[in-house]
T-cell receptor, first 109, second 113 residues
Protein backbone atom coordinates (compact mmCIF):
# COMPACT_ATOMS: atom_id res chain seq x y z
CA UNK A 1 0.00 0.00 0.00
CA UNK A 2 1.13 3.53 -0.67
CA UNK A 3 2.03 5.69 2.29
CA UNK A 4 3.58 9.08 2.97
CA UNK A 5 5.24 9.79 6.30
CA UNK A 6 6.22 13.18 7.65
CA UNK A 7 7.98 12.37 10.93
CA UNK A 8 7.86 15.87 12.41
CA UNK A 9 4.48 17.29 13.40
CA UNK A 10 6.11 20.53 14.51
CA UNK A 11 9.32 22.21 13.41
CA UNK A 12 10.63 25.49 14.72
CA UNK A 13 13.69 27.33 13.40
CA UNK A 14 15.07 30.84 13.60
CA UNK A 15 14.92 33.31 10.75
CA UNK A 16 17.93 32.95 8.50
CA UNK A 17 18.61 29.36 9.54
CA UNK A 18 18.36 26.43 7.11
CA UNK A 19 15.12 24.48 6.99
CA UNK A 20 14.53 20.84 6.12
CA UNK A 21 11.09 19.23 6.25
CA UNK A 22 11.31 15.48 5.98
CA UNK A 23 9.10 13.28 3.82
CA UNK A 24 9.40 9.54 3.25
CA UNK A 25 7.19 7.45 1.04
CA UNK A 26 6.29 3.85 0.44
CA UNK A 27 5.15 2.98 -3.08
CA UNK A 28 5.84 0.09 -5.44
CA UNK A 29 5.31 2.11 -8.61
CA UNK A 30 7.20 5.02 -10.10
CA UNK A 31 6.65 7.88 -7.63
CA UNK A 32 5.46 11.36 -8.40
CA UNK A 33 5.80 13.58 -5.36
CA UNK A 34 4.57 17.01 -4.39
CA UNK A 35 4.76 19.54 -1.60
CA UNK A 36 1.65 21.52 -0.70
CA UNK A 37 1.55 24.48 1.69
CA UNK A 38 -1.22 26.07 3.73
CA UNK A 39 -0.51 29.56 5.06
CA UNK A 40 -2.64 30.94 7.88
CA UNK A 41 -6.20 31.63 6.68
CA UNK A 42 -5.35 30.64 3.12
CA UNK A 43 -6.19 27.66 0.98
CA UNK A 44 -3.99 24.66 0.58
CA UNK A 45 -1.88 25.24 -2.52
CA UNK A 46 0.74 23.45 -4.55
CA UNK A 47 4.28 24.52 -3.69
CA UNK A 48 6.33 22.33 -5.98
CA UNK A 49 6.44 19.00 -7.76
CA UNK A 50 9.49 16.83 -8.18
CA UNK A 51 9.18 16.40 -11.95
CA UNK A 52 9.54 20.14 -12.44
CA UNK A 53 12.85 20.27 -10.54
CA UNK A 54 12.05 23.89 -9.78
CA UNK A 55 12.71 26.22 -6.89
CA UNK A 56 9.68 28.03 -5.52
CA UNK A 57 10.03 30.74 -2.86
CA UNK A 58 13.57 29.49 -2.31
CA UNK A 59 12.42 25.93 -1.56
CA UNK A 60 13.76 22.88 -3.36
CA UNK A 61 13.08 19.17 -3.01
CA UNK A 62 15.00 16.28 -4.48
CA UNK A 63 13.55 12.84 -4.99
CA UNK A 64 15.86 10.18 -3.57
CA UNK A 65 14.55 6.82 -4.74
CA UNK A 66 17.20 4.90 -2.82
CA UNK A 67 16.11 6.41 0.47
CA UNK A 68 12.48 6.81 -0.66
CA UNK A 69 12.56 10.41 0.45
CA UNK A 70 11.49 13.79 -0.84
CA UNK A 71 12.71 16.28 1.75
CA UNK A 72 11.88 19.97 1.36
CA UNK A 73 14.77 22.38 1.92
CA UNK A 74 15.45 26.08 2.09
CA UNK A 75 18.87 27.51 2.95
CA UNK A 76 17.67 30.64 4.75
CA UNK A 77 14.26 30.62 6.41
CA UNK A 78 12.02 33.68 6.37
CA UNK A 79 9.17 34.53 8.72
CA UNK A 80 6.64 34.28 5.90
CA UNK A 81 7.56 30.61 5.50
CA UNK A 82 5.61 29.80 8.65
CA UNK A 83 2.82 27.48 7.51
CA UNK A 84 1.56 23.91 7.40
CA UNK A 85 3.39 21.78 4.85
CA UNK A 86 2.11 18.53 3.34
CA UNK A 87 4.01 16.03 1.28
CA UNK A 88 1.90 14.08 -1.23
CA UNK A 89 2.32 11.07 -3.50
CA UNK A 90 0.45 10.62 -6.76
CA UNK A 91 -0.86 7.08 -7.22
CA UNK A 92 -0.72 6.20 -10.90
CA UNK A 93 -3.71 4.55 -12.46
CA UNK A 94 -5.99 5.58 -9.61
CA UNK A 95 -5.11 9.22 -10.25
CA UNK A 96 -5.33 10.29 -6.65
CA UNK A 97 -3.03 11.95 -4.13
CA UNK A 98 -2.02 10.39 -0.83
CA UNK A 99 -0.98 12.97 1.74
CA UNK A 100 1.31 12.82 4.72
CA UNK A 101 0.29 13.96 8.18
CA UNK A 102 1.72 17.42 7.71
CA UNK A 103 4.43 19.46 9.42
CA UNK A 104 3.72 22.82 11.02
CA UNK A 105 6.73 25.04 10.42
CA UNK A 106 7.27 28.06 12.63
CA UNK A 107 9.98 30.59 11.85
CA UNK A 108 11.03 32.56 14.90
CA UNK A 109 12.30 36.14 14.51
CA UNK B 1 -13.12 34.67 -10.97
CA UNK B 2 -12.24 31.05 -11.71
CA UNK B 3 -11.90 28.65 -8.85
CA UNK B 4 -13.48 26.14 -6.57
CA UNK B 5 -16.15 27.13 -4.07
CA UNK B 6 -17.20 25.26 -0.98
CA UNK B 7 -20.28 26.14 1.03
CA UNK B 8 -21.14 26.70 3.72
CA UNK B 9 -17.98 27.70 5.53
CA UNK B 10 -19.34 26.48 8.88
CA UNK B 11 -22.02 23.86 9.39
CA UNK B 12 -23.64 22.51 12.52
CA UNK B 13 -25.47 19.23 12.58
CA UNK B 14 -27.45 17.42 15.18
CA UNK B 15 -26.63 13.81 15.82
CA UNK B 16 -28.65 11.49 13.61
CA UNK B 17 -29.04 14.00 10.78
CA UNK B 18 -27.64 13.84 7.30
CA UNK B 19 -25.99 16.96 5.94
CA UNK B 20 -24.71 17.87 2.48
CA UNK B 21 -21.60 19.91 1.75
CA UNK B 22 -21.43 21.76 -1.53
CA UNK B 23 -18.44 21.91 -3.89
CA UNK B 24 -18.57 23.77 -7.21
CA UNK B 25 -15.79 24.51 -9.68
CA UNK B 26 -15.66 26.58 -12.85
CA UNK B 27 -12.18 25.50 -13.91
CA UNK B 28 -13.48 22.90 -16.38
CA UNK B 29 -11.62 20.23 -14.41
CA UNK B 30 -12.62 16.64 -14.99
CA UNK B 31 -11.55 15.27 -11.63
CA UNK B 32 -12.87 16.22 -8.20
CA UNK B 33 -11.99 15.02 -4.72
CA UNK B 34 -13.17 15.16 -1.11
CA UNK B 35 -10.66 15.04 1.73
CA UNK B 36 -11.10 15.16 5.45
CA UNK B 37 -8.52 17.10 7.45
CA UNK B 38 -7.99 16.24 11.12
CA UNK B 39 -5.18 17.53 13.35
CA UNK B 40 -2.22 15.17 13.33
CA UNK B 41 -3.72 12.96 10.62
CA UNK B 42 -3.20 15.04 7.54
CA UNK B 43 -5.63 14.79 4.65
CA UNK B 44 -7.51 11.55 4.14
CA UNK B 45 -9.37 10.82 0.91
CA UNK B 46 -13.10 10.22 1.23
CA UNK B 47 -14.31 9.97 -2.39
CA UNK B 48 -13.08 11.02 -5.79
CA UNK B 49 -14.49 11.29 -9.27
CA UNK B 50 -12.60 11.32 -12.57
CA UNK B 51 -15.61 11.89 -14.83
CA UNK B 52 -19.27 12.76 -14.63
CA UNK B 53 -21.56 9.98 -13.34
CA UNK B 54 -18.63 8.02 -11.96
CA UNK B 55 -16.87 8.09 -8.59
CA UNK B 56 -14.69 5.86 -6.42
CA UNK B 57 -14.33 5.33 -2.70
CA UNK B 58 -11.27 6.66 -1.01
CA UNK B 59 -9.66 5.46 2.19
CA UNK B 60 -12.42 6.55 4.59
CA UNK B 61 -15.67 6.39 2.58
CA UNK B 62 -17.81 4.75 5.28
CA UNK B 63 -20.62 7.03 6.41
CA UNK B 64 -20.29 9.32 3.39
CA UNK B 65 -21.94 9.47 -0.03
CA UNK B 66 -21.38 11.57 -3.16
CA UNK B 67 -22.86 12.25 -6.56
CA UNK B 68 -21.40 13.64 -9.77
CA UNK B 69 -24.30 14.56 -12.00
CA UNK B 70 -22.56 17.63 -13.42
CA UNK B 71 -18.93 18.28 -14.23
CA UNK B 72 -18.92 21.40 -12.08
CA UNK B 73 -20.44 19.91 -8.94
CA UNK B 74 -19.42 17.20 -6.47
CA UNK B 75 -21.56 17.37 -3.32
CA UNK B 76 -20.68 15.30 -0.26
CA UNK B 77 -23.33 13.96 2.11
CA UNK B 78 -22.29 13.12 5.63
CA UNK B 79 -24.77 10.55 6.84
CA UNK B 80 -25.82 9.60 10.34
CA UNK B 81 -23.73 6.45 9.88
CA UNK B 82 -20.52 8.47 10.10
CA UNK B 83 -19.41 7.95 13.69
CA UNK B 84 -17.10 10.92 14.05
CA UNK B 85 -18.17 13.56 11.53
CA UNK B 86 -16.80 16.65 13.27
CA UNK B 87 -13.91 17.71 11.02
CA UNK B 88 -12.69 20.10 8.36
CA UNK B 89 -13.67 19.00 4.85
CA UNK B 90 -11.70 20.00 1.77
CA UNK B 91 -12.80 19.70 -1.83
CA UNK B 92 -10.30 19.76 -4.69
CA UNK B 93 -10.28 19.50 -8.44
CA UNK B 94 -7.72 18.80 -11.13
CA UNK B 95 -7.29 18.24 -14.82
CA UNK B 96 -7.57 14.50 -15.23
CA UNK B 97 -4.16 12.97 -15.59
CA UNK B 98 -2.41 16.14 -14.42
CA UNK B 99 -0.47 14.15 -11.89
CA UNK B 100 -1.25 15.92 -8.66
CA UNK B 101 -1.71 19.58 -9.44
CA UNK B 102 -4.83 20.07 -7.38
CA UNK B 103 -6.80 23.25 -6.78
CA UNK B 104 -8.38 23.28 -3.33
CA UNK B 105 -11.44 24.97 -1.96
CA UNK B 106 -11.45 26.96 1.25
CA UNK B 107 -13.10 24.16 3.21
CA UNK B 108 -16.18 23.52 5.33
CA UNK B 109 -15.94 23.01 9.07
CA UNK B 110 -18.62 20.60 10.22
CA UNK B 111 -19.51 20.34 13.88
CA UNK B 112 -21.92 17.85 15.37
CA UNK B 113 -23.87 19.30 18.29
Amino acid sequence: AQRVTQPEKLLSVFKGAPVELKCNYSYSGSPELFWYVQYSRQRLQLLLRHISRESIKGFTADLNKGETSFHLKKPFAQEEDSAMYYCALSVQGAQKLVFGQGTRLTINP
Amino acid sequence: DGGITQSPKYLFRKEGQNVTLSCEQNLNHDAMYWYRQDPGQGLRLIYYSQIVNDFQKGDIAEGYSVSREKKESFPLTVTSAQKNPTAFYLCASSISGSGGGYTFGSGTRLTVV
